[in-house]
């Protein structure tokens, strides 16, 4: 028969050893959708054009201490795809490119996130995941720049598809001498503290 | 009566010809609705004969600074002579000022320019929503001020010719 005072001990200690727990576990960052971008740079007809996402919800769990438990994942609005043209803005919304109608977002989820040989503690990791654009999707694999100062943590990271793999452009649009087949998707994700 | 020299001659034409297919081009390929693969060709065609205009004009410039033009006869009246004068003045700012405004629309539209897809020019300005309107605009004016210009001198040049029947028009001929 185990003491009341015994008792309390016990319980609380579990409190205490759950409390500790839940510190340990990572909870979701908070993005600042101001700071955030995510850019698309692509070339046509050799020159160099870019375009920005204005809306997008990135869900990032990151704990520095245990990245093999870090989620990362990203829904991207495609109509608020911004090319500095409203023409153009909408007709890249159509069924020959993004076909907004059928596949109004386009989204990344991370699948592995793994600390980068050589980089200093919790600056640089390499990440793979999956990217699904127009239904369809791919894997992609990039490395992750992390920067920590006062206000929170930057994620940086690039990585080039060929859009012809989604179907981006098609009929006459399959030409990669007025559209390039390779375009670099940018994201530049700033999270600010909350208790960290 | 004095001609004007050969390389005057051969940039007067080609300038000319030149900035008739740019102009009909430019107003062609702001017609074509929507996003299509000749749109961006005749965009790109129309810049790269935009900035051949430009490197023309500066070549037909320094000529002109360093080769006066044949004077004209003393018949001819001074009024044509200063409205001449003023025509061509304002003909000369023009084929710099509209590659100009082009050019800086175009970079304030996020759009650098790659001469025939094979050079990149350099960049000025930073894409800019608020210029990009004013330099469409003002790119747009200059435009219709130079195709009233030209028929001007279209006009005159042919009064000259069939009507005074003074010899003028044959300086500018090859």
């Known amino acids: ?196 | 009566m004095e001609h004007y020299t050969k390389p005057a001659i051969l940039l007067h034409w080609l300038i000319a010809l030149l900035i008739m297919v740019t102009f009909f081009l430019g107003l062609t390929m702001v017609d074509i609705p929507g996003l299509t693969p000749t749109k961006l060709k005749y965009f790109s065609w129309h810049k790269w004969l935009g900035v051949t205009v430009l490197a023309l004009a500066c070549l037909r410039l320094l000529w002109r600074l360093t080769h006066a033009a044949p004077a004209y006869p003393i018949e001819m009246p001074r009024w044509q002579q200063s409205a001449a004068h003023v025509l061509h003045a304002l003909l000369y700012i023009l084929i710099f000022a509209i590659p100009i405004s082009g050019y800086f629309y175009s970079m304030a539209a996020g759009i650098p320019v790659v001469y025939l897809g094979l050079l990149p020019l350099p960049v000025f300005i930073d894409p800019n929503p608020m210029l990009k309107p004013l330099l469409q605009m003002t790119h747009y004016w200059l435009n219709m001020t130079l195709a009233s210009a030209v028929c001007l001198h279209i006009l005159a040049a042919l009064k000259h010719l069939l009507i005074d029947r003074d010899g003028i028009f044959k300086r500018i001929l090859p």
Not at chain 1, 89 to 96: A, C, I, Q, T
Not at chain 1, 117 to 142: C, E, H, N, Q, S
Request: proline residues 4%.
């Open chain 1, 1 to 196: 028969m185990i003491s009341r005072s015994a008792l309390i001990r016990i319980v609380a200690s579990s409190f205490a050893v759950l409390g500790l727990a839940c510190s340990a576990i990572a909870a979701p960052l908070r993005i600042d959708a101001g700071k955030s971008t995510v850019s698309v740079a692509f070339r046509q007809m050799n020159v160099p054009v870019e375009a920005t996402f204005r809306k997008f919800t990135a869900r990032i769990d990151f704990d520095v201490t245990r990245p093999a438990d870090a989620k990362a994942s990203i829904d991207i609005d495609i109509p608020s795809f911004d090319l500095g043209d409203a023409g153009y803005n909408r007709d890249v919304l159509k069924k020959e490119w993004f076909d907004v109608a059928q596949f109004p977002k386009a989204s990344f989820v991370a699948s592995t996130i793994r600390a980068s040989a050589g980089a200093p503690a919790g600056t640089g990791y390499d990440v793979a995941g999956k990217l699904t654009i127009k239904g369809k999707t791919a894997d992609v694999r990039f490395p992750l720049t992390v920067r920590q100062d006062k206000g929170g943590r930057t994620f940086d990271g690039a990585f080039a598809i060929k859009r012809l793999a989604f179907n981006i452009g098609e009929g006459e649009w399959k030409d990669t001498g007025m559209v390039a087949d390779e375009v670099t998707i940018r994201f530049h994700v700033v999270t600010t503290s909350s208790s960290q």
